[in-house]
């Protein structure tokens, strides 16, 4: 379609001006879809020191990947390397795995409107590195535009639906009694 062939021109083009920092970050991204993500933007945020918290994020992942993945299967839509060898893509992919919608974006959003809530004052610095996350999946060349788009509507959507969860409210209870004790959030 001309949509798909102008979100291919968009990648190639990402490709040759991306920068060495912007590809290493877009690598770390790759590698990383887990609560990591935003350590480097909270100062003070050690997921591995946080039980409580890690829990929700991660069953906000998790919840997320089984719509995601459900999505994916539906949609089948090829990677972008599939219709141009030669553009250039920082992770390499093994086997089949659909694009649409980004599965890594998901996740990031998920865990992202899960931990503005736990920390509100916070909220906007979780959610652009929830932004810049999923960009970099349009960095790796691994994603179109829209991929990215319907990641973050997916993944906002379960986070919102697992908050109305009477059992997640608990949890969330836990993890913000946690964060505070913490000295993260009031």
Same mark, same amino acid.
């Given at each position: ?97 659909? %694009? ?55 993944? %906002? ?30």
């Amino acid at each position: 379609s001309a949509e798909q062939k102008s979100e291919l021109a968009e990648l190639q083009a990402l490709a040759k001006t991306r920068s060495d920092e912007r590809l290493k970050q877009a690598r770390f991204d790759d590698e990383t879809q887990n609560a990591e993500i935003f350590r480097s933007v909270i100062p003070g945020f050690d997921p591995t020191k946080l039980p409580q918290t890690l829990k929700v994020l991660d069953a906000a992942k998790r919840e997320s990947g089984l719509v995601s993945r459900t999505a994916k299967e539906y949609f089948d839509r090829k990677r972008p390397y599939e219709f141009d060898a030669a553009l250039n893509v920082c992770a390499p992919h093994k086997g089949k795995n659909a %694009t649409y919608p980004s599965g890594h974006t998901t996740a990031g959003f998920s865990m992202a409107v899960t931990l503005a809530h736990l920390l509100p004052t916070q909220a906007g610095t979780v959610l652009a590195r929830a932004k810049t996350y999923g960009e970099s999946r349009m960095i790796c060349g691994v994603h179109y535009r829209s991929d990215v788009a319907a990641g973050q509507v997916v993944g %906002t959507a379960v986070a919102l639906a697992l908050l109305q969860n009477p059992k997640f409210q608990t949890e969330m209870a836990a993890a913000k009694a946690e964060l505070v004790a913490a000295g993260l959030t009031k």
